[in-house]
């Protein structure tokens, strides 16, 4: 069996960026300026953000952890709704189930 083929790890020469609150809520207000995080595009974001020092990698990646916390989010949302509702409906069964227990004793 063939040892895989493992490709070397390649630093960018692009210098690590610490997204701090302040820049992330100018990025968030951008995204929302084009239609949510879906509809931006990295090119648009950086364009209406106008920092200093900001590339489009930086963008780019952003917003791809931007979109894939979203998509969790959501995804947490309704597995929460799904939950709540399949204990509403076990609720009504048995308010249900004690109304026609009580009426066929009377």
Do not use: C
Not at 61 to 86: A, G, P, V
């Amino acid at each position: 069996m063939k040892n895989p083929i493992v490709r070397s790890y390649v630093r960018s020469k692009v210098p690590r960026l610490r997204w701090n609150s302040e820049l992330h809520n100018s990025f968030v207000q951008a995204v929302e300026q084009l239609g949510g995080e879906n509809r931006a595009t990295p090119k648009m974001v950086l364009q209406l953000m106008d920092a200093k020092g900001l590339s489009i990698s930086h963008v780019k990646s952003h917003l791809q952890m931007y979109r894939n916390k979203k998509e969790e989010d959501s995804i947490k949302e309704r597995r929460m709704i799904r939950q709540m509702n399949r204990r509403h409906s076990q609720q009504y069964l048995k308010i249900n189930e004690r109304y026609n227990w009580i009426v066929l004793r009377k």
